[in-house]
């Protein structure tokens, strides 16, 4: 059997951490996925893979083989795409998760631009604003918005996103206009937005001359989904922090109201991230290149 081919299919099983997941991900069947990694076992005379009915884990042999050969397949990967036109013409399948309020105001508008820079891509798009595995899933890069927790991936900022304080229209002629951060804690009311990792709702953070406020605010609706949320502030259910890109032409159509304008809210950072372990191919460069252009070019955003 071809043993680059079984290294690959090892490294995919380590990294989706199931036969079955990597099967999909290399469109094979699962079958010669488990007799190929057999074979590299039986031809290292080594135990790599743990399996269960569930899960598979990497054994102490396994996970040095996967260190110092993924470093290899990496290298393969460069030579054989300095040697094409690859770089030129990049193509093929690439998937990409994006948080939806990205994905509908900032990434599909301008998707006519990308393809007539690289029509030879094909675009899966995942939107949701959940958290995935890139590995486990398969996914080539994401799109996300706020402090990175997995430290392992490599990530690159493309934009900074700030906050501003809005209500509807309907919401200020019912219960006026705060004046300050705290009359979100008994006067007013705010919609929230909650964790999608662990369900807690985020605090609302307000900063003046050098005073800075987390407030929990006072909340009937929470959400953990962006679109979600500036449907329930246009629906005049509270005063909400939205991303300025999202808001502001919304409060140039007279659709929302900006309130405690003079207190500054968080600014949020937009990444571009992908695994570490992972050749970054062709398309995969052209579309974080052509993202951190598209981002450079919005209103609203800061680099």
């Known amino acids: 059997m071809d043993q680059i081919q079984s290294i690959r299919v090892f490294a995919r099983v380590v990294e989706a951490g199931t036969f079955t997941k990597a099967a999909e991900s290399l469109d094979l069947p699962k079958g010669t996925v488990t007799k190929l990694v057999q ?10 893979l743990n399996r269960t009915t569930r899960r598979v884990t990497v054994t102490p042999d396994g996970a040095a083989y996967y260190e110092r050969t993924v470093r290899v397949l990496n290298d393969l990967d460069d030579i054989e795409a300095s040697m094409t036109n690859a770089q ?63 430290q392992s991936l490599v990530a690159r900022r493309v934009a900074n996103v700030p906050l501003v304080a809005v209500a509807s229209p309907a919401y200020v ?27 807690r709702p985020f605090s609302n953070t307000f900063t003046k001359d050098g005073q800075t406020l987390e407030i929990a605010g006072r909340y009937k609706l929470a959400v953990n989904e962006s679109n979600a949320m500036t449907a329930a502030v246009l629906a005049g259910l509270g005063v ?46 052209a579309f974080v290149e052509w993202v951190a252009e598209l981002m450079a070019s919005l209103p609203h955003t800061t680099r």
């Open 173 to 199: 002629r019912a219960h006026g206009t705060p004046t300050h951060p705290e009359q979100l804690e008994s006067e007013h009311t705010i919609v929230n937005y909650f964790s999608t990792r662990n369900g």
């Open 39 to 48: 074979h590299l076992e039986s031809r290292l005379k080594v135990k790599l």
């Open 88 to 150: 030129a013409r990049p193509s093929g399948r690439l998937r990409v998760d994006v948080g939806t309020s990205v994905a509908r105001e900032i990434i599909i508008p301008a998707l006519s631009d990308f393809y007539r820079r690289y029509p030879d891509i094909q675009l899966d798009l995942g939107v949701t604003d959940r958290s995935v595995d890139l590995l486990a899933d398969n996914v080539d890069c994401v799109i996300r918005g706020g402090e990175l927790l997995d």
């Open 240 to 285: 909400a922090q939205v991303a300025a890109l999202t808001a502001m032409p919304l409060i140039e159509r007279g659709e929302l109201v900006r309130v405690l304008s003079d207190w500054t809210c968080e600014t949020i950072p937009l990444y571009v991230v992908y695994p570490p372990n992972r050749h970054l191919s062709a398309k995969v460069r």
